[in-house]
């Protein structure tokens, strides 16, 4: 009784950052008392790789099936499939409808991301298949990158770096840039995402706007009910909302116009946010000044043209990658699978 009540108690402590990690930890330790024989025939297909640690982890509790592993995946699922309880995916490869369709024993999908737009959550509703994601956990280091981002495009980090490694200084100064502090900044969705990003912007001086798909009570931030007013109105512009179907192209020609060529994109979100030949062509024409971009819309291709401007920081969607969160995404995933096959309440889940 002492583990179900637990499990209660966690669904509604698991956002606050001092009991997060102790009650994840506490969570993993009362499932794996009594979890090992129970679940080691349960059949859990990992999409792609995505951790080597989770993917030990679940080798040692699950019946694992890589998919990756066969080159002739309809054949594999085929062979497979009444075997596969669960789909373990991410932001590359989750669980679309033709996953889910050939899989008729599928219970849950335990997603190592927060974002959900790989799962086909229509399908997974009507099937009644559990899914989970990883929020809370990797919030911060989501929201450290963008201000990392911020701050490497207006001071020019990455090209002073260079200008330094190629012997440069010996011969000239490097030009002057542009402070961060004080810089007004507009935030596309006011999630635990945004909301962090707001935290970490504000401690820099600068004002606060938001737009989101409604005006958020306890914000003490200006909000814009039209994004293209938000850009007007800010000097850098960050995207931190969910991917769906009405924030595909959020940030458009209009609202790259909006925030004009002295103004910064920076956006961790997701690639199809921003309408990337637009972007592009912005930066190029001089229509906006800066990006800092760790998304992509057809990652891993990256337009050529981004690699010739210097006033565009390209990382490669590494906004949660750091050790101690990508051990918590994982742990988290495997509580959850845990929870569910000892039903147990999931931890976080989303349907």
Known sequence: MRSSSFFHRRRRKFSSPQGRNQNLHRALRILSVVSPKLMENKGVLMTCPMSSYLEEQLQKRFRLLKLWDSQMKADFLKQNSQLISAVVGNTVLGADSELIDSLPNLEIVSSYSVGLDKIDLVKCKERGIRVTNTPDVLTDDVADLAIGLALATLRKISVADGFLRNGLWKNSDFGLTTKFSGKSVGIIGLGRIGSAIAKRAKAFGCPIGYHSRSRKPNANYKYYSSVIDLAANCQILVVACALT????????????????????????????????????????????GGAGLDVYENEPEIPEKLFQLQNVVLLSHVGSDTVETCKAMADLVLAN????FLGKPLLTPVV
């Open 337 to 340: 699978l845990e929870a569910h």
């Open 245 to 288: 179907d009405e924030t595909r192209h959020i940030v458009n020609r209009e609202v790259i116009d909006a925030l004009g060529p002295k103004g910064i994109l920076i956006n961790i979100g997701r690639g199809p946010h921003v309408d990337e030949p637009e972007l592009v062509s912005a930066l190029v024409e001089g229509r906006l």
